[in-house]
């Protein structure tokens, strides 16, 4: 996580959720088998109405040069599609029959 995780103060109502502003896919996946469906539903509940102002503010920047507050917004973002299925579709945080599997990300691309 980088910073205090600050946001942008457009932003300012998402600061609850700041712990989901996560660096690695694997961090995030690890967040979201370790939350409770009301913790992802609340967390989706008050992303996915502002995604598409999440995406045009921080698309208003290089990716590689951007302010730690929309670096965090951009995560959260992530954060938000690691989410989606489980509040969507499944209505809990594991995949649906997959037992213990595990999927091991070998490279993931930097941010």
């Known amino acids: 996580m980088s910073t205090a995780t600050t946001l942008p103060d457009e932003f300012a109502e998402l600061a609850p959720f700041a712990g989901w502003a996560l660096d690695t896919w694997r961090e995030r996946y690890e967040k979201r088998l370790d939350s409770t469906m009301d913790e992802m539903q609340a967390f989706y509940d008050a992303m996915m109405p502002r995604l598409a102002e999440i995406l045009e503010y921080c698309d208003a920047f290089n990716l590689h040069d951007l302010p730690d507050d929309a670096r ?15 509040v969507e579709a499944w209505r809990q945080p594991r995949v649906p029959d997959s037992g213990s599997a595990d999927l091991e990300l070998v490279r993931e691309p930097a941010l």
């Open 72 to 86: 965090n917004l951009l995560l959260l973002a992530f954060s938000l599609c690691e989410t989606s299925f489980p």
